[in-house]
T-cell receptor, first 115, second 113 residues
Framework: DSGVTQTPKHLITATGQRVTLRCSPR?????VYWYQQSLDQGLQFLIQ???????AKGNILERFSAQQFPDLHSELNLSSLELGDSALYFC??????????????FGPGTRLTVL | DQQVKQNSPSLSVQEGRISILNCDYT??????FLWYKKYPAEGPTFLIS?????DKNEDGRFTVFLNKSAKHLSLHIVPSQPGDSAVYFC????????????FGKGTRLHILP
């Protein structure tokens, strides 16, 4: 158990809809990262927040957005969903802000299926 | 364009033997490399890392070797155990740049009894 929790575990929705994925980092961790893992891709970094502020941005679509709240939990919002958005979405957390070298602890993931 | 490549989607190794997982990268700015291990239905877990100032880093049964001139790294697991069966992701980053970590697509390791 990494200490990172993600809800929901599974999500099934239709094209055009909007969903919110939630992540609670390990106790004390200030950084939260979001990743997407689809069948034909490795883990794709989407975005990082550190202590409420956006820290680094990866391959995140404009239809996607995220935020980190004062209690440090984070939400990833996916809108105008397309079939290709079906994937596993992982959240990870780390203690500090150094995205490149800090060990990240991953949650169990949310499996999103868009029908 | 894949900057981090794990060309073997899967690998089978006899229990007790050495498992060698390979990873190639194309970006010469990468100077920090990590390996993550992932079991089904779980998130990846950090395994071992190496910075480009070293060519080897060892942690118990796990050793990572880095060949900068060949832009190649490998993870050695000796001896392989049944619990090592998992997907292994190689990742790379540039420490002094505000760039993202790039992950490979993973190699599924099967440890055979």
């Amino acid at each position: 158990d990494s200490g990172v929790t993600q809800t929901p575990k599974h999500l099934i929705t239709a094209t055009g809809q909007r969903v919110t994925l939630r992540c609670s980092p390990r106790s004390g961790d200030l950084s939260v990262y979001w990743y997407q893992q689809s069948l034909d891709q490795g883990l794709q970094f989407l975005i990082q927040y550190y202590n409420g502020e956006e820290r680094a941005k990866g391959n995140i679509l404009e239809r996607f957005s995220a935020q980190q709240f004062p209690d440090l939990h984070s939400e990833l919002n996916l809108s105008s969903l397309e079939l290709g958005d079906s994937a596993l979405y992982f959240c990870a957390s780390s203690a500090i802000r150094d995205y490149n070298t800090d060990t990240q602890y991953f949650g169990p993931g949310t499996r999103l299926t868009v029908l | 364009d894949q900057q981090v490549k794990q060309n073997s989607p899967s690998l089978s190794v006899q229990e007790g033997r050495i498992s060698i997982l390979n990873c190639d990268y194309t970006n010469s700015m990468f100077d920090y490399f990590l390996w993550y291990k992932k079991y089904p239905a779980e998130g990846p877990t950090f395994l071992i890392s190496i910075s480009s100032i070293k060519d080897k880093n060892e942690d118990g049964r796990f050793t990572v070797f880095l060949n900068k001139s060949a832009k190649h790294l490998s993870l050695h697991i000796v001896p392989s155990q049944p619990g090592d069966s998992a997907v292994y992701f190689c990742a790379a980053s540039a420490m002094n740049r505000d760039d993202k970590i790039i992950f490979g697509k993973g190699t599924r390791l099967h440890i055979l009894p």
